[in-house]
């Protein structure tokens, strides 16, 4: 196990260098010169040359390279050009509303998909399996804003819920108003996916023996198959379910946008519309990491739940 | 975002390349389909729309006429833009057949350009053992990362446009492409005929392009349109966060961004692209169900 946990750490280190390596590139193509924006419109050519010299502009570029990671190393990622707040800072500001988005939205989505892929599979063949499949392909075709829009135009508009911003944190009234639309659209692309993989995990649970025992000590249909058969289908069910939480951090990148709510995503996308390259970095670095580290989890999480994997 | 950009198993890959030997079978099947035929039905309507959108349209899909701004459709004033006009007085019909043509246009662009790479890598890493794992794991790399944020970093890099767009849809195309190729490149190099070729004397070049490649590139081609609704979905998002296609482009995404100040008077302005962008995704997605149906043995029964 330790050992599996080592390896997965040694693939990340090469891809932990090349996402540095980008938010290192996004501050090399600041079209202004740093030095003679540090040195101010008087300075004299000399001047701007000895702050260059200070700032280690003049140096090769790897050495430049070097100076960033161990800048990064000690959490030093720069200044926001607009807000001129560090940017660890205003990262601080935003990392928590988009894990409590991403939390709401997994709440009810992935209840609401194995329930859906349970009754999928369970009533098989038949319409409502058709029905609920359908749905399914259609949650993953639909695009992420038109439910946000929807729901703006008829839920927002009709003055039912709040649709624009935070309004505090998810543990009071306000907050947990103000996360209700964006979360549900959050989480609406996430049901398809988690009901079609239910479902055809379950279907292969439902065909084992220990079902047919099950069934034979004359268990009821749904007993059979929820505390039979869902609870062996559930393993590669929340690894799926794992692995599918990073694309959720991309959905929250449009989500975030869209109902103004303050994150990572929405600060990302704002700091590169705006070219405010410090931050664009930062928030690139941040949800590339946060990725990283989601799916580190998981990888660890599934060798502890199936050990085969961890052996192979 | 969806789950048909979760990794297969290897094996799965090459059950749907041996399956897809036999395509003509394949393809009676998906046509007594009836989803998967209206599906196949639609796409070529729409793709036709695409290529014809300058005969087609019925006006000129930038000509402003502030007259006729937000005007519903069906209201007497515009009756001649059947889904009325957008907030500068523009036909929306003839945008949302601009819309469709440079949307499909980038996607196609960009995917046919990035499932190339992704093609060419798919078959060093079958030719090339030793190149197999290093490549391979490149790719496996890609595949794990969310990609939107290539799209984020790219247009942060490269500054927002088309070009950043182009870039971003190609690089996402290239990995899953370059699994599929590797898959069926590997089950050719089982084939007789490499060795024959190779006994009689050819170089690599040649048994690459001349005999490898060309009997990959059926199978590929069919993976590469199935990514398109992928493409779709993806550049239609990083338009409508304003970080592609740049108004006043007649693109579906950033229509329906731009639609949006409008939701509560003219919602019609970004509803309308946004369900043609469904609609065509959709469709992909449903053939592309159909197909891999098809193609796996097992789900079959």
Redesign the interface.
């Known amino acids: 196990m330790a050992r599996h946990i080592a390896q997965r750490l040694m693939i990340s280190l090469p891809v932990l260098l090349g996402v540095l390596l980008i938010g290192f590139l996004l501050l090399q193509v600041v079209p202004t010169d740093p030095a003679t924006v540090v040195a101010g419109p008087t300075a004299t050519q000399a001047e701007v040359a000895a702050i260059r010299h200070d700032m280690g502009l003049d140096q090769p570029v790897w050495v430049q390279f070097a100076r960033y990671l161990s800048r990064v190393a000690r959490l030093d990622l720069g200044r926001s050009m607009i807000s001129n707040r560090t940017v660890v800072e205003e990262i601080g500001f935003t990392l928590w509303p988009t894990v409590e988005l991403m939390l709401a939205s997994l709440i009810w989505a992935v209840p609401a998909g194995i329930s859906l892929g349970t009754i999928a599979a369970r009533k098989r063949g038949t319409l409502v399996d058709r029905a609920i499949m359908a749905l399914s392909v259609m949650g993953v075709s639909v695009p992420i804003f038109w439910i946000g829009l929807l729901l703006i135009q008829y839920v927002g508009g009709a003055g039912l819920l709040p649709f624009q911003g935070r309004d505090g944190p998810i543990w009071t009234l306000d907050g947990l108003h103000s996360i209700i639309l964006p979360a549900f659209t959050l989480g609406a692309v996430f049901v398809g996916p988690v009901a079609r993989m239910t479902r055809t995990s379950l279907l292969e649970t439902l065909g084992a023996d220990y079902v047919r025992t099950a069934r034979a000590k004359g268990a009821s249909d749904w007993r059979v198959t929820i505390r039979h058969a869902l609870r062996n289908a559930l393993i590669p069910i929340v690894t799926l379910v794992g692995l599918q939480i990073g694309f959720l951090l991309g959905g929250s990148v449009v989500t975030e946008t869209m109902f103004s709510w303050p994150g990572v995503g929405r600060m990302a996308v704002g700091a590169i519309t705006s070219s405010d390259f410090p931050l664009a970095q930062g928030a690139i670095l941040i949800l590339a990491v946060g990725f990283m580290t989601i799916n580190l989890i998981v990888d660890v999480l599934y060798a502890y739940l199936d050990p085969r994997i961890a052996r192979s | 975002?969806?789950?048909?950009?979760?990794p297969l198993p290897a094996d799965a890959d090459q059950l749907a390349i041996a399956a897809l030997r036999r395509k003509n079978a394949i393809w009676r099947r998906i046509l007594r389909d009836p989803p998967a035929a209206l599906a196949t039905l639609f796409l070529v309507v729409v793709v036709a729309a695409a290529i014809f959108a300058p005969l087609i349209a019925p006006f000129d899909p930038y000509a402003s006429n502030m007259r006729l701004r937000l005007c519903p459709p069906g209201a007497a004033r515009c009756a001649a833009n059947w889904l009325g006009t957008d907030q500068t007085g523009r036909d929306m019909v003839s945008r949302l057949l601009f819309g469709l043509r440079s949307t499909l246009g980038i996607c196609i662009l960009a995917v046919a350009i990035g499932g190339g790479f992704g093609a060419v890598i798919g078959l060093f890493a079958a030719y090339y053992r030793r190149l197999e794992t290093p490549l391979m794991?490149l790719v496996d790399?890609m595949l794990?990362?969310?990609?939107?944020?290539f799209g984020?970093?790219i247009?942060?890099?490269l500054?927002?446009g088309l070009t950043s767009l182009l870039i971003a849809l190609g690089v996402t195309a290239i990995p899953s492409i370059a699994r599929i190729s590797r898959a069926a490149a590997q089950s050719t190099m089982q084939q007789e005929y490499m060795e024959a070729g190779r006994a009689v004397g050819l170089g690599d070049g040649a048994l690459i392009w001349r005999y490898l490649a060309i009997n990959c590139w059926p199978t590929i081609l069919i993976y590469l349109t199935l990514q398109l609704?992928q493409a779709i979905?993806l550049g239609?998002?990083l338009s409508?966060?304003?970080?592609g296609a740049q108004p006043p482009t007649a693109e579906l995404?950033s229509m329906?961004?731009d639609g949006?100040k409008f939701?509560?008077i003219a919602?019609y302005v970004?509803?309308v692209p946004?369900?043609v962008?469904?609609l065509v995704?959709?469709a992909?997605?449903?053939l592309g169900?159909a197909l891999r149906d098809a193609l796996d043995p097992k789900l079959r029964q």
């Open positions: 975002m969806s789950d048909a950009s979760l794991r790399i794990s990362f969310p990609p939107i944020l984020l970093a247009a942060a890099v500054g927002t609704g979905l239609a998002a409508f966060l304003g970080l995404g329906a961004a949006r939701l509560q919602p970004s509803t946004c369900a962008i469904f995704v959709l992909f997605n449903v169900d």
